[in-house]
């Protein structure tokens, strides 16, 4: 999935004594791969604790530095229990281009291959051909989506919620506007699209997920600062996986926020979508 850090680390390190020199090469490595700098000297710091004036090969250094992050990010491996509310809403945010539209259809058909009917609502009216896109979605996975067009989001929130719960759906999930961060009046739209949920139930949304895009490296860690200034946050989608050498952001992100990541992604057919798994997330970091 990765490789990059993990080959280059293997690059440094040959089973010579590890000095000063080596660890300015791993330190300046483990920030360019988006770890956030005060992460990164933790890590080194560990390293040099462990190893400084003795033979070090590059495998030692990779079970080290797994260790270490693994330590950070195994707490995000979150639980999605939809059964714990009937019904189980979610509220889908995040900027143009993260793969929220695939997430949600990713995401429909897995619930409803666990056996639940899942409704979705297409509040996304601002981005031209945002519906059309979610309908072939929900069209190809067989799950109902509520829409109008030229409708306020908020009044479209609050009919399609009604709508989907006298249908006794399981899950609803709400598609939104891919608003970029720093967009105060597309902020605000959201925060009372919320706020209507609330209204029609209590319980709602259950969730709010972020979707961020395993390509975004430290812009990722920026959008969940502007989005986490203004809405609460439950927890994250990693989208794009697949390809990605600059999902080492996920560390600090983790870190930082101390939320879990509820899914990733790692390609484009409808099955691409899985549960965090911290092991398997480092392991490919690594190239372990």
């Given amino acids: 999935m990765f490789g990059k850090l993990g080959s280059k680390i293997s690059s440094i390190f040959s089973g010579k004594k590890l000095d000063e020199n080596m660890l300015e090469s791993l330190e300046e490595l483990l920030i360019t ?17 462990k190893k400084l004036g003795h033979d070090t090969t590059a495998d ?3 079970l080290i530095l797994k260790d270490e992050i693994l330590k950070i990010v195994k707490p995000a491996e979150g639980s999605f229990n939809v059964d714990e509310v ?6 889908m945010i ?21 056996g639940k ?7 996304d009216t601002f981005r031209i051909s945002a519906t059309e896109q979610l309908k072939e979605w929900t069209d190809n996975v067989g799950v109902s989506l509520f829409f109008r067009d030229n409708a306020d989001p908020s009044g479209l929130v609050y009919d399609g919620y009604n709508q989907a719960r006298a249908q006794e759906s399981d899950v609803i999930i709400v598609d939104t506007a891919g608003r970029l961060a720093n967009n105060e009046s597309l902020m605000a739209e959201l925060q009372k699209l919320i706020r ?8 709602a949304p259950t969730k709010t997920l972020l979707v961020l895009d395993g390509n975004g490296g430290q812009n990722s860690l920026l959008q969940m600062e502007k989005f986490g200034a203004n809405i609460k946050i439950d927890g994250f989608v990693i989208t794009k996986m697949e390809g990605s050498s600059k999902s080492g952001f996920i560390i600090p992100l983790i870190k930082k926020y101390n939320l879990p990541i509820y899914f990733v992604t790692d390609g484009e057919g409808v099955d ?3 549960k965090f798994d911290a092991e398997k997330f480092v392991n490919d970091l690594l190239d372990i």
Avoid: Q
């Fill in 117 to 123: 009917k899942v409704s979705v609502i297409a509040c």
């Fill in 60 to 62: 030692e250094i990779k």
């Fill in 33 to 49: 791969s988006d770890i956030s700098y005060d992460t990164a000297l933790e890590l080194i710091d560990v390293v040099k604790r």
């Fill in 94 to 114: 995040g900027v143009n281009g993260s793969g929220k539209t695939t997430t949600i259809g990713k995401l429909s058909n897995k619930l409803k291959n666990d």
């Fill in 196 to 203: 209507t949920m609330g209204k029609v139930d209590s319980n």
């Fill in 86 to 91: 009937k019904p189980f809403s979610v509220v």
């Fill in 272 to 274: 691409d979508i899985h």
